[in-house]
Every structure is written in structure tokens, then in C-alpha cells.
């Protein structure tokens, strides 16, 4: 599975972002997928994730009520609709997938990466 990343850009605070991820290979429509994000000199987090069906969405606490991640299946791509946008949101937003989404959702069980896109948010 392949997954290429884009969207990223510089936002001032407040403003929106959206981000794209495009999902090739034979079974890529099988797995479940996921954003996550590093900032500099911190640990790369969880920020979203659906099933392979699109039939459940997970968000962490920090963008639930302003992120929204969707899935078209036709196309094979993810999208991360990004409002109200923080300074502290900004990070290296990755993309990545798994055949199962297990909660707690965290990097090590992904399979596949992205090559990340970066979201800088000024204030």
C-alpha cells in the first residue's frame, strides 16, 4: 500500500486546512486509516482515524468538534477537514494504515506511511 499526503500549507489561526490522502495497491481499499502528527522536538501523535468502511471514526480529545476525517471509497482517499485551527496544531501531519483498527490507536501498529505534509498555523 502507498500513501501520498497533501493539503499542508501555512494558516493563520482560526483558519481551515484540508488535507488529502491517496491510498494505492492492490487491497489498499481493505485497511483502516489514520492521521497522525509530529511537532517538532515532540512524540508523534494520534489525531484521527476510520475503518476500512467508513463506518467508524475515532478523534483524539485535542481536535474532536474542529477535525473531521472522511473516507471516499471510490477513490481510495482519505480526507482531514481542519477548522479553528491553533498554533498548537502545528506538526508534520502523517497518513498511514492498518488492516485493523485497535484502540488505543498508536503509530507502532501501522503498517503503512505516508511521507507526512506540513500544517504551520501562525498566531
Do not use: H
Not at 7 to 25: D, H, K, M, N
Not at 82 to 108: F, G, H, Q, W
Amino acid at each position: 500500500v502507498q500513501l501520498v499526503e497533501s493539503g499542508g500549507g501555512l494558516v493563520q489561526a482560526g483558519g481551515s486546512l484540508r488535507l488529502s490522502c491517496a491510498a494505492s495497491g492492490r487491497t489498499s481499499s481493505d485497511y483502516g486509516m489514520a492521521w497522525f502528527r509530529q511537532a517538532i522536538g515532540k512524540e508523534r501523535e494520534f489525531v484521527t482515524a476510520i475503518t476500512w468502511d467508513a463506518a467508524s471514526t475515532y478523534y483524539a480529545d485535542s481536535v474532536k468538534g474542529r477535525f473531521t476525517m472522511t473516507r471516499d471509497l471510490a477513490k481510495n482517499t482519505v480526507y482531514l477537514q481542519m477548522n479553528s485551527l491553533k498554533p498548537e496544531d502545528t506538526a508534520l501531519y502523517y497518513c498511514a494504515a492498518v488492516y485493523t483498527i485497535v484502540r488505543p490507536i498508536i503509530p507502532r501498529d501501522f503498517t503503512y506511511w505516508g511521507q507526512g505534509t506540513l500544517v504551520t498555523v501562525s498566531s
